[in-house]
C-alpha cells in the first residue's frame, strides 16, 4: 500500500502565498480587471446603498441572471443597512440580506476570482476585507441522456453529463448516506479545473484515498480539459499496455463501485468518471450481471471471456496455422483454405497485417466522421473492400471471415478495445514467424506484465493470481445475491 508518487507528479507551483482583500474598494476592482483584462463577459456593477459603495462582478454565461438578480443583488441594494459599513455590511449581507443558500466569504482575492468563473457572483464593498461569493451558477449543459458506450438490457438510463455537479447529484441519490463523500481537487497549473474525488469513508482504505489525492495535487499538467488526461498520474508507474485505471459514464456503475471501497474521480467536463484501483476482471462484469439470474450472468461472463480471446489471439493463430502447423487443418477444409490463398498477392501475415490495418482504417473514420456519413462508411467497408477485394483475388475469404469474426469479438468487451487492438497486431506478427511457440512465448509474456501490475497495492490479476477464494464467488461464476448480500454483512460486521 505505500505505492510510492510518480516522479512526473511533483507539484509544478509551491507557492501559498494568498493575495489578500484590501479595504480599498478601487484596488480590488483594479486587479480584478488586471487579472480578466478586457474580457467582454466579465461584468461590473456599482451600487450604492445608504452611502454605502457597493461592487458586483460576475462572468456572464456562467450564471444564472435571473437567479443572480432575485436572490443576490436585489435584496442587497435594497436592503437597511442603518449603520453597517465595511466588514460588518459584508457579513450582514451574507448572512441576513441575501436569500442564496450557496455563498461563502473569503479574504482571498484570487479564490474570489476563480469562484466568479466557476460561475459565482462576487460581491465588495468600500472598507471591507472580505468578499461574498453567491454560488448562482446557469452555464449552459447537456441533459441527462442514456449511455452512449456501456448500454445495459436492464440497467438504469442515465448517463452522467459534463457537469460534474449533476454528476455527483446522481450519484447521492442512490447512496442516501452521509458516508458518501466527496472531495474537491483543482488540477491544471492554468485550467484550474475542478476534480471531485468520491468515496464511501467506511470501507475506502485511508492511505490509498491519500496518495491519490496527493498524484492529482501534484500532477505536472498545465490543462486539464478530461478525464483521460489524469488517467497517467493515477496508474501504476509499471509500464504495461494494461491500466489500473477504469472508466465508466454510468452513475450506478460508480456508486457500485465506491461501495465496494474504491476511489471515483469525477473530472468537471467529462462525461465519464475514472475508478481506482481497476483490475483485470472487472472489464468482463457489467450491471446487467446483477440484475439477472446468476447462471445467466456466469454465462455471459464466460461468452465476453471466450470473446476476448478469440478477439486477441484468432488471426494470430490462423496466420501461424497457415505458415507453420498445416497439419492441424482438417482435410475437409485445407484444399479450399490453401486454394483461397495461393490466389492472393501477399503472404499470409501480410495479408492479416493489411486488412487489419483497413479494418482499424475504416472504424476510425466511422468513428470520427458525422453519423449521416458513418453509415455509408459502412457500407464501403464491407462492399468495397470486403466482397470486391475477395472477388478480385486480393484478399481470401477464410481471412474476411477471421477478420469478421474477430472484430465483432473485439466489441463485445469495449473497455478493452484499447489493449486488444495492439495485441491482435503483435501476434500477428509472432504468428507469422514463430508459429505456435511464439504466440505461447507471447502469451506468457503479457502474463508476467499483467500480474506485475500492482495498482495501489491491489494486484491487478486478483482474486485470481494470488487466489482468495471469497472472492472468486463474483470473479466468472456469480453468486445468488442471497449469498452475496450475506456475506457482505458478515464483512462489515467483522470490521466493526
Known amino acids: 500500500m505505500n505505492d510510492k508518487i510518480d516522479e512526473i507528479t511533483v507539484p509544478v507551483e509551491k507557492t501559498d502565498k494568498k493575495k489578500h482583500i484590501t479595504s480599498d474598494l478601487k484596488k480590488n476592482i483594479a486587479y480584478f480587471k488586471s487579472q480578466f483584462g478586457d474580457a467582454f463577459d466579465v461584468k461590473y456593477r456599482k ?11 460576475m462572468v456572464d454565461g456562467m450564471c444564472d441572471s435571473l437567479l443572480a438578480t432575485e436572490q443576490v ?37 484570487d479564490e474570489a476570482i476563480r469562484e466568479a468563473i466557476y460561475g459565482s457572483i462576487i460581491m465588495l464593498a468600500e472598507g471591507s476585507h472580505f468578499a461574498v461569493m453567491f454560488g448562482v451558477q446557469g452555464f449552459p449543459k447537456r441533459a441527462v441522456l442514456e449511455p452512449n458506450t456501456e448500454m445495459q438490457e ?34 491544471g497549473v492554468t485550467s484550474k479545473t475542478r476534480a471531485c474525488v468520491c468515496y464511501m469513508s467506511d470501507r475506502v482504505d485511508k492511505e490509498m484515498l491519500q496518495n491519490v489525492i496527493n498524484r492529482l495535487k501534484n500532477a505536472t499538467i498545465d490543462t486539464v480539459l478530461g478525464a483521460g488526461y489524469m488517467q ?22 460508480l456508486t457500485a463501485k465506491i461501495s465496494e471501497g474504491k476511489i471515483c474521480i469525477i473530472v468537471d467536463g467529462t462525461p465519464n468518471a475514472l475508478i481506482v484501483p481497476y483490475i483485470f476482471i472487472e472489464h468482463f462484469h457489467s450491471m446487467d450481471d ?14 465476453k471471456i471466450i470473446s476476448f480471446f478469440i478477439s486477441v489471439f484468432l488471426p494470430g493463430l490462423y496466420v501461424a496455422v497457415c505458415t507453420f502447423h498445416q497439419e492441424i487443418i482438417p482435410e475437409t477444409m485445407i484444399f479450399g483454405i490453401t486454394g483461397q490463398e495461393s490466389r492472393t498477392p501477399l503472404p499470409v501475415m501480410l495479408e492479416a497485417l493489411f486488412i487489419h490495418l483497413i479494418y482499424e482504417i ?60 495492439v495485441l ?3 501476434f500477428i506478427i509472432v504468428g507469422g514467424l514463430t508459429g505456435f511457440y511464439g504466440i505461447m512465448l507471447c502469451f506468457t509474456a503479457v502474463l508476467i506484465n499483467a500480474a506485475a501490475i500492482n495498482p495501489y497495492g491491489v494486484p491487478f490479476t486478483s482474486p485470481l493470481s494470488p487466489t482468495k477464494s471469497g472472492a472468486l464467488r463474483d470473479m466468472v461464476i456469480r453468486s445468488d445475491w442471497k449469498f452475496l448480500g450475506k456475506k457482505r454483512m458478515q464483512i462489515e460486521k467483522m470490521e466493526k
Do not use: C, W
Open 73 to 109: 443583488i436585489l435584496p442587497i441594494i435594497e436592503a437597511d443597512f442603518k449603520d453597517e459599513k465595511g466588514d460588518k455590511l459584508i457579513h450582514s449581507a451574507a448572512d441576513r440580506v441575501s436569500a442564496s443558500i450557496d455563498k461563502a466569504i473569503t479574504t482571498d482575492i
Open 47 to 57: 451600487y450604492n446603498s445608504n452611502g454605502n459603495e457597493i461592487y458586483f462582478v
Open 424 to 426: 491482435r497486431f503483435a
Open 290 to 303: 446483477y440484475l439477472k439470474r446468476p447462471y445467466y450472468a456466469t454465462f455471459i461472463r464466460i461468452l
Open 154 to 187: 436492464r440497467g438504469s438510463r442515465e448517463a452522467f453529463v459534463e457537469s460534474f455537479k449533476d454528476n455527483v447529484t446522481m450519484i447521492r441519490r442512490r447512496v442516501r448516506n452521509p458516508v458518501f463523500k466527496t472531495q474537491i481537487v483543482e488540477v
Open 232 to 253: 497517467t498520474f493515477l496508474d501504476t508507474k509499471h509500464p504495461s499496455i494494461f491500466s489500473g485505471v477504469g472508466f465508466t459514464e454510468r452513475p450506478d456503475v
Open 362 to 421: 475504416v472504424r476510425e473514420a466511422g468513428l470520427r466522421m458525422p453519423k449521416s456519413v458513418g453509415h455509408a462508411i459502412s457500407i464501403v467497408g464491407a462492399l468495397v473492400i470486403g466482397e470486391s477485394a475477395v472477388t478480385a483475388g486480393i484478399l481470401s475469404a477464410p481471412m474476411l471471415i477471421v477478420v469478421g469474426l474477430t472484430a465483432v469479438s473485439s466489441f463485445v468487451v469495449s473497455t478493452l478495445y484499447e489493449p486488444v487492438a
